[in-house]
């Protein structure tokens, strides 16, 4: 939200990516302001009782599948943390490729307190190759198994794999990537959460990362 009165210029501007929920009203006409008293007096309320017009927040995410202990997991019981979530099966060829980069990045942003997950859609007929590709890839957090593309399909991360999701603090997705991710796209993905993070921003004032289904 900004407000902005040094000019005559009274703004209410709103912007929800991950529901692609966008609106702005501004008044610039220092001449005219005189004629829009009815509607500064609107946006006015609208600064003073934002919940009227806010898009709300989007649903948090929920998955629940299970470790290669077998124990049920919770990606509710993360909720708290900054969680890079990442969709993937033994049989991807692309996945292969991209999980090294995971796998870096997971040694270098740890430390900074970012969760990395791997949740496998690998069946029962290829969840005996995950432990092995756990080996191959020096994959040194959870890996979770059981997840399906009803799991993609919920989370709206599209219909193939890999795919990534990055979220934030409050267990909500604020930005998606369909197919490999580069590195330069994950840094500045996790660089931008933790930011936001640190930064302390209310949460009805939250400016979201964009929803990015195709990385660029």
Not at 22 to 42: F, T, Y
Not at 127 to 134: A, P, R, S
């Amino acid at each position: 939200m900004v407000v902005h009165r040094g000019g005559l210029c009274i703004g209410c501007i709103e912007t929800e990516w991950g529901s692609e929920v966008s609106i702005l009203m501004v008044i610039k006409q220092k001449s005219a302001w005189m004629r829009m008293l009815p509607l500064c007096g609107l946006l006015l309320t609208l600064v003073v009782h934002p919940s009227s017009v806010y898009a709300k927040d989007p649903p948090k995410a929920e998955l629940s599948l299970k470790g290669l202990d077998g124990k049920r997991v919770h990606l509710r019981d993360l909720r708290g943390n900054i969680v890079v979530l990442n969709f993937w099966a033994t049989w991807c060829g692309p996945c292969r490729d991209e999980m090294p980069r995971l796998v870096e990045a997971e040694r270098q942003y740890k430390p900074r307190g970012i969760v990395f997950l791997g949740a496998s859609l690998d069946d029962g007929n290829t969840q005996e190759k995950i432990t092995g590709f756990v080996q191959d890839h020096q994959i040194d957090f959870p890996i979770w198994v059981g997840a399906t593309v009803d799991d993609l399909d919920r989370l709206d991360m599209g219909p193939a794999v890999p795919a990534t999701a990055f979220i934030d603090s409050d267990g909500c997705i604020v930005a998606r990537v369909s197919g490999e991710i580069q590195p330069k796209e994950l840094n500045e993905r996790l660089e931008w959460l933790i930011d936001a993070t640190q930064q302390l921003i209310p949460t009805g004032m939250r400016l979201r990362s964009p929803i990015d289904k195709n990385p660029r």
